[in-house]
């Protein structure tokens, strides 16, 4: 089955980065638009982060990862990546990879079909 697979996840310190991957594998190329999202135990999904693959157009971030997370893709290995920077306890959660058909970034989880089975980031005080 084709979907996204996300790596990278693990446990850190506050303060600390880890840097997600999300490979699209068995696409012939990376979908328009793709997606970052988490999800806290007993919380909802949410939006962290969305690139778009096919223009010169700007990355959406959630206000409470802005200046701390990059996402970004790479063409030529069909994968999407999130750097996260200066991590908090609230930033821990379970982190899925998505892909969407939007013209341009998006952090609507209703703008998605495909999602990755996650990655788990823990993040300590």
């Known amino acids: 089955q084709v979907q996204p697979v996300e790596s990278g996840g693990g446990s850190v310190q506050a303060g600390g980065s880890l840097r997600l991957s999300c490979v699209l594998e068995?696409?012939?190329?990376?979908?328009?638009?793709t997606g970052w999202f988490r999800q806290a135990p007993g919380k909802g999904r949410e939006g962290v982060a969305s690139?778009?693959?096919?223009?010169?157009?700007?990355?959406l971030y959630a206000d409470s990862v802005k200046g701390r997370f990059t996402i970004s893709s790479d063409i030529v290995k069909n994968t999407v990546y999130l750097q996260m920077n200066s991590l908090k306890p609230e930033d821990t959660g379970t982190y899925y990879c998505a892909r969407s058909p939007a013209l341009g970034p998006t952090l609507d989880k209703d703008e998605y079909n495909d999602w990755g089975r996650g990655t788990q980031v823990t993040v300590s005080s």
């Open positions: 068995g696409y012939m190329s990376l979908p328009k638009s």
């Open positions: 690139i778009y693959n096919r223009g010169d157009i700007r990355p």
